[in-house]
């Protein structure tokens, strides 16, 4: 089945620096991925729509300038998180819809990040 | 645009008894409803999904009901045990582009 490879699966980083999360399909292409984030008990929310070949569309809310999103191939997009504070600390989970127009949706295994 | 609610946020069931998690969901136009359950730390795993030109679907303990009149769906798990306890999201969608998602269900066993 479709899989979702996202790395690294956790971060420490210092505040003030770059984080950046990959998120690849492996055996199949997706021109659209999904970036969430996730903090404690709560739901997932849509940070941005990542497109194969043109800008993210971010959702209300989250600044496009400090969460930098790349979508260069078919297979990859990354997720940068630009100078990093405390409260950016959450899990990052990226996903994708598998080929098909009935394939469901596949979840990489999500980042944790932590900003000292 | 679409608004899903899910209830209850908690749910606390004795091991072997069955759990009933809801979810509502507001445009008529929405056409796939999957369920996704997360463990602590790891990433949602789907568990079952429907589409609106099915009223029910079942895998094993697992099963979905959908009623497209008053737009609402519902997650039945019967006879649960222990590894059923994690948090369970449901979502809708209606161009099989973007999901939204309900608010989550936290799910207890008790033994």
């Known amino acids: 089945g479709a899989v979702v490879s996202q790395h690294p699966s956790w971060v420490i980083c210092k505040s003030g620096t770059s984080v950046k999360i990959e998120c690849r399909s492996l055996d199949f292409q997706a021109t659209t991925m999904f970036w969430y984030r996730q903090f404690p008990k709560q739901s997932l929310m849509l940070m941005a729509t990542?497109?194969?070949?043109?800008?993210?569309?971010?959702e209300q809310g989250v600044e496009k300038d400090k969460f930098l999103i790349n979508h260069a191939s078919l297979t990859l997009s990354t997720l940068t998180v630009t100078s990093a504070h405390p409260e950016d600390s959450s899990f990052y989970i990226c996903?994708?819809?598998?080929?098909?127009?009935?394939?469901?949706?596949?979840f990489g295994n999500g980042t944790r990040l932590t900003v000292t | 645009g679409e608004n899903v609610e899910q209830h209850p946020s908690t749910l606390s069931v004795q091991e072997g008894d069955s759990a009933v998690i809801k979810c509502t969901y507001s445009d008529s136009a929405s056409n796939y409803f999957p369920w996704y359950k997360q463990e602590l730390g790891k990433r949602p795993q789907l568990i079952i999904d429907i589409r609106s030109n099915v009223g029910e679907k079942k895998d094993q303990r697992i099963a979905v009901t959908l009623n497209k009149t008053a737009k609402h769906f519902s997650l039945h798990i019967t006879e649960t045990q222990p590894e059923d306890s994690a948090v369970y999201f449901c979502?809708?969608?209606?161009?099989?582009?973007?999901?939204?998602w309900g608010a989550g269900t936290k799910l207890i066993i008790k033994p």
């Open positions: 990542s497109n194969e070949g043109s800008k993210a569309t971010y």
């Open positions: 979502a809708a969608s209606y161009s099989n582009y973007q999901l939204i």
């Open positions: 996903s994708a819809f598998g080929q098909g127009d009935n394939s469901p949706l596949h």
